[in-house]
């Protein structure tokens, strides 16, 4: 629970008598205030340190003679690692994971340094693929998120190496970044690690298809695959983290192919053959349900809208009005979730999604087929009428909840009868 929100909140709920004085400077204690930026200042620093060493060595580095040059690679390496497990024994996590990180990073740049210093040719990518290792048991051992971002991105780069220099994929670090950080994922569903190891595992999807000179298409294969593991992990906000980079790289598609796609110039690199990709996509789509079931989130399945393999259509008006009604589906879907589920930030998310695909549609449409005055009349109309809706379903929501509140209080409720008037006395 973020202190912030208990600062503003908890006042109110004093004053309401959800509860009292002395509960509230509990539950205050509980969650005592944080400075991020502080904690984050040992890390910078380390990194800073680090970086100027590396400098003043790096501009005398071609001078030093050969033993010299490996004794300090091999010194700063374990100086790192060795006073960052010095700063965890004494209770300082995020120097000593600090440390540790740039120990990471120097192991990195020792493998590349001492193989330009024994001029060592490497025609695959055994070397690189040590550090990738490396990563992946350091985060293990230590527990630390810093070491789990560095290893998903020290991966990506691995693999963009082995793309651009060599031509060929690592199935090894794929797997690394997938098995090893995955499953650390999984067992401690950070949000902020959800979402750097999704957009890990799309960069490493979409080498994998360059790599295979597939179209591009099939890049949504794995990445639904990401989005479907986010709808079996118990922890919701977790797994809500793992699946928003794919959803982002969805929308975009989408969005791209509305703007652009009716001139069918893209039929060539976007259509893979049809029943193969609907057999794959369809087979995702029923790993995500099951896992949306048995979760009970089946309120998020209509985001699959937006993996409609419209692009079939030939280019012109149907495929623009095809994407629009799509887009337009998927932003009602946002709504009425919101809605449902009272969230703000949904119901924010949606109005945006609303005004991009009407944007879309005014440019793609209306622009010379349709008077620009009577489509933001229709366009204006069209968002009352949903403004009307939604407030009408909070209305009835809050009249339905308003007996089983006063019940729970033990007044009774507004909609009960009157009392009965008292029996008139009769004069003798």
């Avoid at 295979?212 to 890049?219: E, L, R």
């Avoid at 060539?268 to 029943?275: D, G, T, V």
Wanted: hydrophobic fraction near 55%.
């Amino acid at each position: 629970m973020s202190r912030k929100f208990l600062d503003t909140e908890s006042p109110g709920w004093v004053a309401d008598g959800l509860i009292n004085e002395a509960q509230r400077q509990q539950l205050l204690a509980r969650y005592p205030q944080e400075a991020p930026a502080l904690r984050l200042l040992p890390i910078l620093g380390s990194v800073l340190v680090g970086l100027s060493g590396l400098s003043v060595v790096a501009a005398n580095w071609q001078g030093l003679p050969a033993a010299l040059r490996l004794a300090l690679l091999l010194s700063s390496l374990l100086g790192s690692y060795s006073a960052g497990a010095y700063f965890l024994r004494r209770g300082n996590p995020d120097l000593g994971h600090g440390l540790i990180g740039l120990g990471l990073l120097l192991f990195g740049a020792s493998i590349i340094l001492t193989s330009q210093l024994f001029q060592l040719v490497g025609y695959d990518a055994s070397g690189l693929l040590a550090w990738v290792v490396a990563g992946t048991a350091l985060s293990y051992v230590y527990g630390s998120r810093l070491l789990v971002l560095l290893t998903v991105l020290i991966g990506a780069a691995v693999q963009t190496y082995c793309v651009e220099s060599l031509g060929i994929f690592s199935y090894v670090t794929a797997w690394l970044v997938v098995g090893g950080m995955g499953y650390y994922w999984w067992r401690r569903p950070d949000t902020v690690s959800a979402t750097v190891l999704a957009v890990g595992l799309l960069w490493q999807a979409g080498l994998f298809i360059i790599v295979q000179h597939s179209k591009i298409t099939w890049f949504f294969v794995p990445a639904m695959l990401i989005y479907a593991a986010g709808d079996w992990q118990p922890n919701r906000a977790g797994g809500r983290a793992l699946q928003v980079p794919s959803l982002v790289a969805a929308y975009l598609f989408m969005f791209g192919l509305a703007i652009f796609g009716e001139a069918d110039a893209y039929a060539n690199i976007l259509r893979p053959p049809l029943l193969p990709y609907l057999a794959a996509l369809v087979a995702v789509l029923a790993v995500s349900v099951a896992g949306k079931r048995a979760r009970g989130r089946l309120g998020t399945l209509p985001e699959w809208l937006l993996l409609l393999p419209g692009f079939y259509l030939s280019g012109g008006l149907s495929l623009a009005v095809a994407t629009l009604v799509v887009l337009y589906a998927h932003a009602g879907s946002v709504l009425a979730r919101a809605n449902r589920e009272h969230d703000p930030e949904q119901l924010t998310i949606g109005a945006v999604l609303f005004v991009a695909a009407s944007a879309v549609a005014y440019f793609k449409l209306t622009w010379g087929f349709m008077d620009k005055s009577l489509f933001f009349l229709l366009g204006g109309v069209l968002l009352l009428g949903l403004s009307w809706y939604l407030r009408r379903r909070n209305a009835q929501v809050l009249a339905a909840a308003a007996p089983l509140v006063a019940q729970q209080a033990g007044t009774p409720p507004t909609s009960a009868a009157a009392p009965e008037a008292p029996e008139p006395t009769h004069n003798s």
